[in-house]
């Protein structure tokens, strides 16, 4: 990183960036190697090998994408403040990120699938989420294991 001073090192002060973000941008790639990036609801697991939560349809382009590629890269990330001046260079943003990367896989295991999803639903409020079957069934989980992560703060 070349902005050491902004870096975030602290596996705990990521996980609280991570905590107050809303969005996790997933980036994988196809077989001719061009990019494909998303933005999606997550859940945060931590640990020693910490991970990410998804959930999504059954079928669909990053789907597709993972059967191919299961190497993905995230960034999550909050502005905090505009920062503005006369020249044009004067402007910034104050903010902080979390990015990393991962493999990334469906997750098959009905109790994990269900611990995945609560971790979603928790990350937003619901610390106690309702399912109806019909919808469990139908939603798929999405599990990215973090192999390197690193943050970054301004302001």
């Known amino acids: ?14 996980e609280k ?38 959930h999504c ?30 020249m044009a260079c004067d402007w910034g943003m104050n903010y902080e990120s979390v990015m990393g990367t991962g493999g990334i896989a469906t997750v098959t295991d009905p109790e994990e699938r269900r611990r995945g999803l609560d971790l979603v639903m928790a990350h937003y409020g619901n610390s106690s989420p309702a399912y109806l079957p019909a919808s469990l069934e139908d939603t798929l989980v999405l ?3 973090i192999t390197e992560m690193t943050g970054k703060r301004k302001g």
């Open 1 to 14: 990183m070349r902005r050491k001073d902004r870096q975030v090192v602290a596996i705990k002060e990521m």
């Open 57 to 86: 349809a059954k079928e669909g382009r990053k789907l597709d994408l993972i059967r191919a590629n299961p190497r993905a890269a995230f960034i999550i990330d909050r502005a905090l403040e505009l920062i503005t001046g006369p």
């Open 17 to 54: 960036i991570i905590s107050r973000c809303q969005v996790c941008h997933l980036a994988l790639s196809d077989p001719h190697g061009h990019p494909y990036a998303l933005a999606l609801n997550f859940g945060y697991q931590p640990g020693s090998a910490p991970v990410l939560y998804f």
């Open 143 to 145: 599990k990215l294991t």
